[in-house]
């Protein structure tokens, strides 16, 4: 094989629970290929492993043969900031990215958890957003291009360098949030912005639910266009942030307009402050578990939110869990939550819990729990009803099912 | 099943008057909005209009019955033979499926019927203060439908994004004619986003007949600018100095000076007649944000060569700055009895360069070629001008615009920005995609549609999508029609 084995010292990651006998790291994206031919003809299970920072994602693998690293296949292929495009290779940490953006002015304006570990090949593989896809682009808006190595050994592009593309089909986005199930990433090109010259999050507190609800919906009604806009369960009830970047004076005089509309105590939190304020934000909702957390986000119509995170606010409190971050996205309708469950029965609590919320909303994802409590169900939620196109789709690029096999929605 | 019974069968599943079969009713839809000649024409067996969703679902189970292709067509106004059926087989318009179901301020959503038109829809948002973005220069004619199939772009794109960022989910009938919601209102669909692969596919995967899009606030303020320059150049160097001072305009675009010959006297939008070039820059957002941008750009265009900037703020002088760009392709009737719309797109700084590059092949090929383009993203529209009764002339355009593809790949560009595939640059597709890439694409036609019913010849190279092709292990197909490139 045209790579190396880790030494015994770089033991993989263990993929719920279970760790793989094989971990390859090639070089470059054909060595990839020639691995997935080689599982694909010895009908070996192969999960892609980026920053690891997201292996919670997905359900219990029916079998992991081996491993591949993309930690060997990184580094910036071409940035043109005045393009505002960006071509990465897979492994490349989205840390890198920023450094290698921010001299510029520019950024890929993205929640992302553990920036210095997490992989571009990572992120665009679990597709997760953050807070600030209610006002501003995610990885769907700025993924230009991409490509992937599959198991029947070649390795294919979509997309290009340019930011407006409509040569083939939309390949990126296909990819996109797949969990590797189609192939392997193994670099992107995407569409970069300047970011904002300030910013600032102002935080309302109030005692009951529909005030904040209804201080959302005066910001949103406003001239106000928040980047982020969540309503969040505190310990004394419920908190409004409100995140928003401009120019200085703008932001500044928008943070005073945004204070009245609030109608309650709030306070401002300033430029730098509010940038780890978010990222603290957004890593209490990755994709990561202890022995005794999950992480699951429930959708609805985005004017039935509030309804929904009221629910689930009520659910946590009925099986006994703790709510370590419970939040809502006014105008997305998603309500994302932390919850602890603790001692003997925390598991059936858990499962109880998730059946309470699936009625309520129109999916319900568990983005992460421990293994033993996602056996037997399907963490993606409700099996869409094009089941039978998706399952088509991965016949046609991974008839063996070589990669991540049962991870993905309806077990694909 | 011969015609008589397959108009029968149409005629029971639409009525009388939504079937069309004589041949002088076909005509019209023997083409799209490209120019005749550069792009292949084809009759239908028969033209279908239904106006629900259960007739097209009918139609489309009763063509498979037939064995007969199916091609969706919305308002025709596509450049790249889209909408046009290269093998024959039905048509279905689905311009009276044109209804806006339910608008949802909330939500900031509209659900809509695909014949809905595209400028309609933003006027109908208007009063609860959104919009619909993507706006084509075909807006007040296309439809929503065609937009999806198209992924379609418009001025306002490079801020805004494309049709594709603005779609939530779709209602599509399936080649078995089965119907499917994919994407939707909630953001936490499980599993692959078909709503994305059908999004600017071309009409190769489903017919939509529902839409569920986006809505985009109005902004607060919106301010249009002119800068007149010497040249291109100039022009293209205020681009990149706006660009790279943080700043993202609602829609930057350019003329070249035959442009503004053909457009000024006819629509008095004020552009100088001498400039080599006129940049026409949209910012919007906050009022004080507006202003000071405005002050920003106007500085940079002083201080590269601009002969004249001029600050339009409200709605009527915005518009008529706006009326010489968007009125330009009819202002080319005064220059040339024909005009072949190119549509392709390199890296933003190559804008210079390539447009040099179309001034030589314009020298080349002894056509007169203006230049008007979207000059934020990089997307080209050459209007090569010609006479579709002089000899030649046809072939000459073909020629010229195939050099201009040659130049834009090269460069690192690609073939279309927003005018599709469709037949016309079908054949090109191997200077971008090898065999493999192509391989993985039929993977998500052969996904949706084993049997190559929907819209057939379209996209792929002539022949490519004969039969089955398995996915990836397409080589042996490849070698076949001689795909190698690369």
Sequence with gaps: MASTPFSPAGLAPAIDGITPPDYFAPTDPKGIAEILAGAAEARKAVTPVGGATSLALGNVPERVDLAVSLRHISGIISYEPTDLTLSVWAGTTFGEVTHLLAPRGQSLPLDVPFPEQAT???????GLAGPRRSGSPTFR?????ISAAHPSGTVTKAGGMVVKNVTGFDLMRVYLGSLGTLGVIVSANFKVLPFGRAEATVQGSYAELSLAVAAAERV?????????????????GWSLATRIEGRELTVKLLTDEIQTLLETHSEIIGSEESKSWWQQFTEAEAATTNDSDVVIRASARPRLGHELVASLARFVDEQAGIAEHLTWSPGLGSTTARISFKDSSAA???????DQCMPVADNVTVLAAPSEWKSGIDVWGSTPATIDVMRALKEQFDPNRVLNPGRFAGGI | MDQSTLIERLTQIVGPAGVFHRPSDLIVYEYDGSVDGAVETARPAAVTLPTTTEQVSAIVKLARQAGLPVVA????????GGAVAQQGGIIIALTRMDKVLDIDPIDRTALVEPGVINLELSEATLPFGFFFAPDPSSQRACTIGGNVAENSGGPHCLKYGVTTNHILGLEVVLPDGRVAWVGGHAHGNAGYDLTAAMVGSEGLLGVVTKALVRLTPNPEATTVMLGAFATVEEASTAVTRIIGAGIIPAALEMMDALTIKAVEPQYHAGYPMDAGAALLVEIDGITED???????????????????????TTKAERDLLWKGRKMALAAMGRLSPNYYLHDTVVPRTKLPATLA???EISTEFRLDIANVFHAGDGNLHPLILFDRHKAGDVERVLGSSKEILNYCVE????LSGEHGIGTEKRDYITMVFTADDLAAMAGVKNAFDPTSYFNPDKFFPKGYMCGEVRALRAQAMAQKHGIYAF
């Design chain 1, 120 to 126: 571009i090949g990572g992120l665009i593989a679990t």
């Design chain 1, 141 to 145: 808006d700025l993924l230009i291009g």
């Design chain 1, 220 to 236: 949103r009604e406003s001239r106000v266009r928040p980047v982020a806009l969540e309503v969040s369960k505190t310990d004394s």
């Design chain 1, 348 to 354: 059936q609590r858990f499962r109880k819990f998730r």
């Design chain 2, 73 to 80: 067509r919305g308002a025709g106004t596509g450049l790249s």
């Design chain 2, 290 to 312: 507006v202003r000071s941008t405005e002050e920003e750009i106007e500085r940079i265009c002083r201080e590269c060569g601009a002969t004249m900037v001029r600050i339009a």
């Design chain 2, 357 to 359: 590059r179309v001034g």
């Design chain 2, 411 to 414: 460069v690192g560009g690609a």
